[in-house]
T-cell receptor, first 114, second 110 residues
Framework: GAVVSQHPSWVICKSGTSVKIECRSL??????MFWYRQFPKQSLMLMAT?????????EQGVEKDKFLINHASLTLSTLTVTSAHPEDSSFYIC??????????FGAGSRLTVL | GENVEQHPSTLSVQEGDSAVIKCTYS??????FPWYKQELGKGPQLIID?????GEKKDQRIAVTLNKTAKHFSLHITETQPEDSAVYFC?????????FGAGTRLTVKP
């Protein structure tokens, strides 16, 4: 079946630095990918929709300058958390559409900002 | 927009018993209803889904039912096993918009 690969699975960084998370579709092309944020014991919160070759669409309340999304190819979308602060620590998950409405998720990336 | 409510938030059952998780949605235009299982520290995995033109779907020990009139759908797990312990999320979707329930933490006690 379709696989979405996410890297890194966990990352620790110092406050003020930037961190990039990659989301790759393996063996299929994904014109649209989605980025979610998940706090402990909570549901998935959609942050933005990443569209290949165009600007991402951000959900209300998500800072586009803080969370930079690039979808430069049909198999790769990246999320960069810029000038990270401890409150950005979270579990970030990407997904790609693999069928009519069907979403396949990556394994997630746990970000800890010290 | 779509609003999905999920109950219960936690569910504990004895191994071998059945577990039922219920969700309601608000937007009658939603036509796709997946269920995801998320284990600790991992991404959600699709376990079963149903579309609005179907009332029930079964895959081995897992079944999903949909009542479009009442706008609710349910996940049924029979003969539960300890490895079924996880957080389960329901979702309701139209073409470009999927909204998730708050999740149910299922614990299956051996």
């Amino acid at each position: 079946g379709a696989v979405v690969s996410q890297h890194p699975s966990w990352v620790i960084c110092k406050s003020g630095t930037s961190v990039k998370i990659e989301c790759r579709s393996l063996d299929f092309q994904a014109t649209t990918m989605f980025w979610y944020r998940q706090f402990p014991k909570q549901s998935l919160m959609l942050m933005a929709t990443s569209n290949e070759g165009s600007k991402a669409t951000y959900e209300q309340g998500v800072e586009k300058d803080k969370f930079l999304i690039n979808h430069a190819s049909l198999t790769l979308s990246t999320l960069t958390v810029t000038s990270a602060h401890p409150e950005d620590s979270s579990f970030y998950i990407c997904s790609a559409r693999t069928g009519a409405n069907v979403l396949t998720f990556g394994a997630g990336s746990r970000l800890t900002v010290l | 927009g779509e609003n999905v409510e999920q109950h219960p938030s936690t569910l504990s059952v004895q191994e071998g018993d059945s577990a039922v998780i219920k969700c309601t949605y608000s937007d009658s235009a939603s036509n796709y209803f997946p269920w995801y299982k998320q284990e600790l520290g991992k991404g959600p995995q699709l376990i079963i889904d149903i579309r609005s033109n179907v009332g029930e779907k079964k895959d081995q020990r897992i079944a999903v039912t949909l009542n479009k009139t009442a706008k609710h759908f349910s996940l049924h797990i029979t003969e539960t096993q300890p490895e079924d312990s996880a957080v389960y999320f329901c979702a309701a979707s139209q073409v470009n918009d999927m909204r998730f329930g708050a999740g149910t933490r299922l614990t299956v006690k051996p």
